[in-house]
């Protein structure tokens, strides 16, 4: 699930950014000042932030050098009064996505995040980052904690499935259609039983990697 960060001390403005930007599949977190959003990102992982640069307790464009520092590939969009071509750039040279200029429209706002959020995703699809754990698969690169893990060629076409379809139950017939794909032997059912117990004790992932008795098995959502 998406989730979006709303940083706006107005507060009428950021219920009214909060009810245009909510959908079934996306999670909108209020925020009214940058001590509140400092807890907020050390819950889950965020999609996009909606920053505004003014804000009673600091600056949102200092806050953005402390976003773009911490995860320089999440968008960060800037909600700002300030209409000068000073300002403008100075958002863009460190590191905003894009800026909306106050008074604006939120048919507009609802576009422009989504522009940004596709970006996010066609970049880093094939990677993912979830709690302790890094997925390259473009690379093949799998990390625990920063630890490098080896993963066979069945391992990762495995944990592939399960992380792309996170929170959502996958069957043991559908796995194994997706994984054993080279249209030779007969499959031992036992296989993915073997192979789901390889990847939970390679990854410490037993919390995460959970059987769904009577389907299969799935990546449980530990945030959001």
Do not use: H
């Not at 700002?80 to 008074?103: C, F, R, S």
């Amino acid at each position: 699930m998406e989730q979006i960060l709303v940083i706006e001390d107005d507060t009428g403005l950021n219920q009214g950014l909060c009810r245009a930007l909510k959908s079934e599949n996306r999670q909108v977190i209020s925020c009214l000042n940058l001590k509140t959003a400092r807890e907020q990102l050390l819950c889950g992982a965020v999609s996009l932030v909606l920053l505004d640069i003014n804000l009673p307790d600091g600056s949102g464009m200092d806050f953005l050098k402390e976003l773009k520092e911490a995860d320089p590939a999440r968008p960060v969009i800037l909600l700002t009064a300030n209409d000068t071509d000073m300002e403008i750039v100075a958002g863009l040279e460190q590191g905003a996505d894009d800026y909306i200029t106050k008074p604006f429209s939120l048919s507009v706002l609802r576009a422009r995040v989504n522009t940004q959020l596709r970006k996010a995703l066609s970049v880093n699809g094939k990677t993912f980052q979830i709690d302790r754990f890094m997925f390259d698969f473009d690379q093949m690169r799998f990390s625990v904690n920063g630890a490098a893990i080896e993963l066979s060629k069945t391992e990762q076409k495995l944990l592939r499935l399960l992380v792309e379809n996170q929170g959502n139950a996958m069957s043991r017939n559908t796995l194994v259609d997706r994984i054993w794909t080279d249209g030779g032997e007969y499959v031992d059912g036992n296989a993915l039983s073997v192979t789901v117990k390889r990847l939970r004790d390679k990854l410490g992932a037993q919390d995460y990697i959970q059987t769904v008795y009577g389907i299969g098995y799935a990546w449980v959502k530990k945030n959001g």
